[in-house]
C-alpha cells in the first residue's frame, strides 16, 4: 500500500481508533474505526509492547502490540504506529513482520534517533517523522488559540525549511504534522522528497475540506465517518 496520495481523497487514519464513539486504544475503537470507514488506524504503543499513549493513559482493558496487530491484519487496514517510548524499535519491527504487515504499515516517532534505530532493525518498515512533539497533548484542544496563534503562524512560516532536514535526520519517507502547520509550500516541500504528508488530530468539517484541498495524504482524525463524509462532498482536484 502506498501512503502518497494517488486518488482523489486522502486517507482517513483514525486516531487511537475512533475515539469519538469508543475509548481510544481498544480493539472497540479500532472497530469503530473500521466500521466507520477508517484506511488506516492509528494507535500508541510504549514500554512492554502496551498499546496507550502514556503509563497514566493504560485502557481499563490493555492491548499488546500484537493483539492489535493481530486486528489489523484480519480488517484489512492499514495501521500507524506512534511510537512513545525509546528501545522498543526492534521488537516493533518484528512484530509488524510477524504479521505480514510491512506493506501496509508505517511507523511514526517524534525521535529521529529512534526512526534511525527502526531503519537499523529493518529497513522495509515505512518511517514517518511527527512534529512537533505532543507532549502537552495539544491534538486534544483547538489550537492554536488566541495565545499562540502568532507562534503557530511562525511555525507554519518555518515548516517548509524544516521539512527536508526532518525528513533526512529520519530517513523518513513521510512526514506526521499538527495540521495548523501545514500549508500548500509544505505539501511541495515533502513532495520534492517524495515523502507523504500526514496531519494530525483534525475534527472540524471545514478544516478537513481544507487540509484536502492543499493536498495531504492522510488525515488523521477521531471521528472517521466524519471524515469520510466531508470527503465526499468535495470534487475532484
Not at 487514519?13 to 480493539?27: D, F
Not at 499513549?53 to 502490540?65: I, K, N, R, T
Not at 471524515?227 to 470534487?235: F, K
Amino acid at each position: 500500500m502506498s501512503f502518497t496520495r494517488a486518488g482523489d481523497r486522502p486517507l482517513v487514519i483514525g486516531h487511537r481508533g475512533a475515539p469519538v464513539l469508543a475509548p481510544e486504544n481498544t480493539l472497540a475503537s479500532f472497530e469503530a474505526a473500521v466500521s466507520s470507514g477508517a484506511d488506516a488506524i492509528e494507535l500508541d504503543v510504549g514500554a512492554g509492547l502496551v498499546v496507550a499513549h502514556s503509563e497514566h493513559e493504560v485502557p481499563v482493558d490493555p492491548l499488546v502490540l500484537d493483539d492489535a496487530l493481530d486486528f489489523v491484519r484480519t480488517s484489512g487496514t492499514a495501521v500507524l504506529v506512534d511510537l512513545k517510548r525509546p528501545g522498543i524499535e526492534h521488537a516493533v519491527a518484528t512484530s509488524l513482520r510477524r504479521h505480514g504487515l510491512l506493506e501496509r504499515a508505517f511507523v511514526s516517532s517524534t525521535s529521529p534517533r529512534s526512526l534511525r534505530r527502526l531503519a537499523a532493525a529493518d529497513a522495509d518498515v515505512t518511517r514517518s517523522i511527527s512534529y512537533p512533539h505532543d507532549r502537552y497533548r495539544i491534538s486534544r484542544f483547538d489550537w492554536p488559540g488566541a495565545l499562540t496563534a502568532g507562534t503557530a503562524a511562525a511555525l507554519r512560516r518555518a515548516m517548509p525549511l524544516r521539512v527536508p532536514l526532518l525528513l533526512s535526520a529520519a530517513r523518513a519517507r513521510a512526514l506526521t504534522v499538527h495540521h495548523e502547520l501545514v500549508s500548500a509550500a509544505v505539501v511541495r516541500a515533502a513532495r520534492s522528497r517524495r515523502a507523504a504528508v500526514l496531519t494530525w488530530t483534525v475534527n472540524d468539517a471545514a478544516r478537513i475540506a481544507a487540509l484536502a484541498r492543499l493536498g495531504v495524504d492522510g488525515i488523521i482524525t477521531d471521528d472517521p465517518g466524519k471524515a469520510r463524509d466531508v470527503l465526499a462532498t468535495l470534487d475532484p482536484l
